[in-house]
């Protein structure tokens, strides 16, 4: 049995927000600063978030021209323009939250290799345009004089430069955040898998378990930020149904010499690349085994881990083929069937927020400010 303090302190919140990752503690933070004089509480099942927010690449970034040339096809042009338009507002929004504060950011740009003749680069004149309203600068450039400049083999045949992408260090990110919401007021709860929630008449009641033990947290409204996790509270939704996707990485070992310099993208965004400090950072390649990499596993396999030493030894720095692999790892993305994040209720006091389609650092602030609109209704 809890005694009359912890009923009192530890287990009654007026929001409590299950996710202590980017979305979580954004809203944690969204809250605190818009509504003082509520108590608002995270819980964390981990010792840190475990799904994408400290296991991503670093990426502070808009899409790909490549990319935004398929939202486009799929989409449509308002649909592709209006995703933009979230990622670069999230991007800002997200700066300005740790402004003054070390996240390891650099704004070196951003780059795209391609191997072959692609559609998308006779689009840049089209897709610049489209884009002039939301970044207010061309967005991408042609610049293959840049391929031999960043040490690549000669199979690459096409790079287009972007000025307005930045690369992070999702490790200081997060801690910053959750430094930042302690310092707010914000009690975190790590440690504590939510098992399930129930609908009262004024609230939620939720059955988390900490250690061995099961207890009980009273809330006036819970926000699941949990990602790919959704599903396992939330059933009779169209959150029921998310998509998760596995994204491995590799980082190498410090290399003698680094042309790299900004961030990389290749095959139309699935694979991802960068240089940190002396290493390079390599990821991705999860559309060589669509159905095994919809996964919630943090496992690593030989295809994928193949495929990135190939085209790091072959393409991106075949001048360093001896290199050697110091960490590998993978994270948890989810998709939403539209690429657009969702944010809505599925109970008079239950929001769900979802849907980052591997973009979570570029959207988790815009996501954060729709959460707090929701939950004023």
């Known amino acids: 049995m809890r005694s009359f303090w912890e009923s009192q302190t530890w287990s009654e919140s007026d929001v409590v927000i299950i ?6 503690m954004q809203t ?33 970034c808009i899409g790909s021209l490549s990319e935004v040339a398929a939202d486009i096809d799929l989409l449509g042009r308002d649909a592709a323009l209006d995703i933009v338009q979230m990622r670069f507002d999230g991007l800002n929004g997200l700066r300005s939250t740790c402004e003054g504060y070390d996240i390891g ?12 003749d692609h559609p998308s680069l006779e689009r840049i004149v089209e897709i610049n345009d489209l884009l002039s309203e939301v970044t207010g600068t061309t967005t991408f450039q042609l610049r293959s004089d840049l391929i031999s400049a960043f040490g690549f083999a ?33 009690r975190i709860r790590t440690g504590a898998q939510v098992l399930g929630i129930e609908e009262t008449s004024g609230g939620v009641n939720l059955t988390l378990r900490a250690g061995a033990d099961e207890h009980l947290v009273k809330a006036g409204s819970a926000v699941i930020a949990t990602n790919a996790w959704i599903p396992d509270l939330v059933k009779d939704h169209e959150a029921s149904r998310i998509v998760p996707a596995r994204g491995q990485i590799l980082v190498t070992e410090p290399l003698a010499a680094m042309p790299l310099k900004g961030t990389y993208h290749f095959d139309e965004g699935y694979v991802y690349f960068r240089p940190v400090g002396n290493r390079i950072l390599l990821g991705g390649a999860r559309n060589l085994a669509f159905e095994e990499e919809q996964t919630t596993s943090h496992d690593i396999t030989d295809l994928i881990q193949g495929a990135l030493e190939a085209l790091l030894r072959e393409v991106i720095a075949p001048s360093q083929s001896n290199v050697s692999i110091d960490h590998r790892w993978s994270g948890t993305m989810a998709f939403s069937p539209s690429k657009h994040p969702i944010v809505e209720r599925v109970s008079p006091h239950v929001v769900v927020a979802f849907g980052c389609n591997g973009m979570g650092v570029a959207l988790s602030s815009s996501i954060a400010k729709r959460i707090t609109e929701v939950l004023k209704y």
Do not use: C
């Open 19 to 24: 996710g202590g990752g980017l979305i979580g």
């Open 28 to 60: 944690a933070l969204e809250l605190a600063s818009k509504r003082p004089g509520e108590r608002v509480m995270v819980l964390e099942r981990g010792l840190i978030p475990s799904g994408a927010s400290t296991r991503n690449a670093g990426f502070a």
């Open 105 to 116: 950011y650099l704004h070196h740009g951003g780059n795209e290799i391609f191997l072959e």
């Open 154 to 186: 000669d199979r690459v045949r096409h790079l287009v430069h972007s000025p307005i992408e930045g690369s992070l260090d999702s490790g200081k990110l997060v801690d910053v955040l959750w430094s930042k919401a302690q310092r707010a007021g914000v």
